[in-house]
C-alpha cells in the first residue's frame, strides 16, 4: 500500500533563507511525482511534476528532485518570500491506468519579513 | 479562461438533504477526479472518470454518486447528507498520468 509522507509538518523561517521540503514514498514503483501549493481556503497549483525518468524539475526559485529507489523527493526553494507562504503537498500515482494520487499531509511554510 | 471550475464555491445545508457540485473542464483532459479534503486538510481521492467511464470508486458511500454527462463534466451527487459529509470538495482534470490540474474547491457544510 502506498503511503507518502511530509517532514517537517510546519516550517517557519525569514525572508531570503533557502529551505527544502521533503516527501517519501513506500512504493517506488511510480509513474511520476507532483508537488502543489495551497493557499488558505483556495484550491492547489501545481507547481512541478517530475516523470519517473527524471531526476530532477525547476521552474523559476523552484528545484525538485525524485530518488525513486530510495523513495524521496525534495522541494528546493531558493530565496523564500512572504508570498510563498503556504501549504505545499507531494502526491504520487498509486498505478495501473487510474490516475488516483495519493497525497502526504503536506507542510505549512510561513515565510516571516 | 478558467481551467477547472466547479459550483458552487460554497454549500449550506442540513442533513438528509440531497445535493449537487458541478464541474466543467476546458482543457481537453481526458480524466476528471472528485477528491474530498477533511477538517484536518488530508486530501483523498474518491472517484475518476476517464472518457466518460468510471475507473475509480473508493470506499465512499453509495449516497456519494459521480455523473459525466460528457468528457468536460463530471458532477457530484450526494444524496440523505450527513454531518460528516461537511468537507471541501476539489474536482480536479488530466491527460492520464500527467499533471492533475485541481478546481477552486466547494466548501460543503452540512448542519
Known amino acids: 500500500k502506498q503511503e507518502v509522507t511530509q517532514i517537517p509538518a510546519a516550517l517557519s523561517v525569514p525572508e531570503g533563507e533557502n529551505l527544502v521540503l521533503n516527501c517519501s514514498f513506500t512504493d517506488s514503483a511510480i509513474y511520476n511525482l507532483q508537488w502543489f501549493r495551497q493557499d488558505p481556503g483556495k484550491g492547489l497549483t501545481s507547481l512541478l511534476l517530475?516523470?519517473?525518468?527524471?531526476r530532477e524539475q525547476t521552474s523559476g526559485r523552484l528545484n525538485a528532485s525524485l530518488d525513486k529507489s530510495s523513495g524521496r523527493s525534495t522541494l528546493y526553494i531558493a530565496a523564500s518570500q512572504p508570498g510563498d507562504s503556504a501549504t505545499y503537498l507531494c502526491?504520487?500515482?498509486?498505478?495501473?491506468?487510474?490516475?488516483?494520487?495519493?497525497f502526504g499531509q503536506g507542510t505549512t511554510l510561513q515565510v516571516k519579513p | 479562461d478558467t481551467a477547472v471550475s466547479q459550483t458552487p464555491k460554497y454549500l449550506v445545508t442540513q442533513m438528509g438533504n440531497d445535493k449537487s457540485i458541478k464541474c466543467e473542464q476546458n482543457l481537453g483532459h481526458d480524466t476528471m477526479y472528485w477528491y474530498k479534503q477533511d477538517s484536518k486538510k488530508f486530501l483523498k481521492i474518491m472517484f475518476s472518470y476517464n472518457n466518460k467511464e468510471l475507473i475509480i470508486n473508493e470506499t465512499v458511500p453509495n449516497r456519494f454518486s459521480p455523473k459525466s454527462p460528457d468528457k468536460a463534466h463530471l458532477n457530484l451527487h450526494i444524496n440523505s447528507l450527513e454531518l460528516g459529509d461537511s468537507a471541501v470538495y476539489f474536482c480536479?482534470?488530466?491527460?492520464?498520468?500527467?499533471?492533475?490540474?485541481f478546481g477552486p474547491g466547494t466548501r460543503l457544510t452540512v448542519t
Open positions: 480536479a482534470s488530466s491527460h492520464t498520468h500527467y499533471e492533475q490540474y
Open positions: 517530475i516523470q519517473s525518468s527524471q
Open positions: 502526491a504520487v500515482p498509486l498505478g495501473g491506468n487510474t490516475g488516483k494520487l495519493i
